[in-house]
Nanobody, 126 residues
Framework: QVQLVESGGGLVQAGASLRLSCAAS????????MGWFRQAAGKEREFVAA????????DYLDSVKGRFAISKDNAENTIFLQMSSLQPEDTAIYFC???????????????????WGQGTQVTVSS
């Protein structure tokens, strides 16, 4: 069955960098788009970044453009989110997700995704 396991979160100071990983299994790499979402305490889940099934197309939340980068390693079926210049407002639980449809570019709505990881906490102190 499909499994997504995130790792790499932690507590950092503002301006620092973190690299999140999402180990995926149970489906063929490079057939599904993948996304990263985040949920801060008391807020709704928010789109952060997406990468198309073939890794060619990426999309980002405006507030993370230029600071975050999504990538994928099809050989390892792992998705990454490199985060730099982190700010306190980036504090949230970060989730990776697999697209509901094959051969898509992903999407910004959580309903575009059918499988989710358990999340990894990112805390940025000022």
């Amino acid at each position: 069955q499909v499994q997504l396991v995130e790792s790499g979160g932690g507590l950092v100071q503002a301006g620092a960098s973190l690299r999140l990983s999402c180990a995926a299994s149970g489906f063929t790499p490079n057939t599904y788009a993948m996304g990263w979402f985040r949920q801060a305490a008391g807020k709704e889940r928010e789109f952060v970044a997406a990468i198309s099934f073939n890794g060619v197309v990426t999309d980002y939340l405006d507030s993370v453009k230029g600071r975050f980068a999504i990538s994928k390693d099809n050989a390892e079926n792992t998705i990454f989110l490199q985060m730099s210049s982190l700010q306190p407002e980036d504090t949230a639980i970060y989730f990776c997700a697999r697209s509901r449809w094959r051969y898509s570019n992903g999407g910004r709505d959580p309903s575009d995704y059918s499988y989710w990881g358990q999340g990894t906490q990112v805390t940025v102190s000022s």
